[in-house]
């Protein structure tokens, strides 16, 4: 299986900030990554697939880079509502593993 | 409107088994793959399985072989999910999520779209 990781695993952030998140997979999977936002009691929520198409309907603020083995998301003016823990996914093969999540929290 | 709706919670003793629901509606229920995915308390997201609704076709991640089954009945675009042997361990909120794909320049990539609301199962002697 391939292994996703992500750093941080939590980041302490105010309102404005410009926020990235990186991911890791143990292998080459070309632009088959999707990232997901998780609040509290909620499901996830597709942001961004094929490492950077965002999703239609969500906010500009988010964006996604990479290919192969190194990924991005950043989030350029943190709002109150991105306060969340986000996935990385990884969908080259199966099983589509996710990675361990950063947890956005406020500063 | 596009929807996945899930069963209730589920409270199961040690070595049974529970089947969760996923209603799905809005789409043409055979054009996608049904994935479940489930997160136990406070954890991260771990993919289980997946089943293609046209053929049936299950693909199972390794570490719930044997132990998954899931099936759908396409006369009423629902998929299920069974576990059996439960341990507290399997304590998790289970989800079901529709796989799609897109055009992305020249590739298609694929993507969980839409999810359903998630189901308990706590797992408790």
């Known amino acids: 299986d391939i292994q996703l990781t992500q750093s941080p695993s939590f980041l302490s952030a105010s309102v404005g900030d410009r926020v990235t998140i990186t991911c890791r997979a143990s292998q080459g999977i070309s632009h088959y990554l999707a990232w997901y936002q998780q609040k509290p009691g909620k499901a996830p929520k597709l942001l961004i697939y094929g490492a950077s198409t965002l999703l239609s309907g969500v906010p500009s603020r988010f964006s996604g880079s990479g290919s192969e083995t190194d990924f991005t998301l950043t989030i350029s003016t943190l709002q109150p509502e991105d306060f969340a823990t986000y996935y990385c996914?990884?969908?080259?093969?199966?099983?589509?593993?996710f990675g361990p999540g950063t947890k956005v929290d406020i500063k | 409107q596009v929807h996945l709706v899930q069963s209730g919670a589920e409270v199961k003793k040690p070595g049974a088994s529970v089947k969760v629901s996923c209603e799905t509606s809005g789409y043409t229920f055979s054009d996608f793959y049904i994935n479940w995915v489930r997160q136990a308390p406070g954890q991260g997201l771990q993919s289980m399985g997946r089943i293609n609704p046209h053929t049936g076709v299950t693909d199972v991640t390794q570490k719930f072989e044997g132990r998954i089954t899931m099936s759908r009945d396409t006369s009423i675009s629902t998929a299920y999910m069974e576990l059996s042997r439960l341990t507290s361990d399997d304590t998790a909120v289970y989800f079901c999520?529709?796989?799609?794909?897109?055009?992305?320049?020249?590739?298609?990539?694929?993507?969980?779209?839409?999810w359903g609301q998630g189901t308990l199962v706590t797992v408790s002697s």
């Open positions: 999520a529709r796989e799609a794909m897109a055009l992305v320049e020249t590739e298609w990539a694929a993507f969980f779209d839409l």
């Open positions: 996914q990884q969908l080259n093969n199966y099983p589509r593993t």
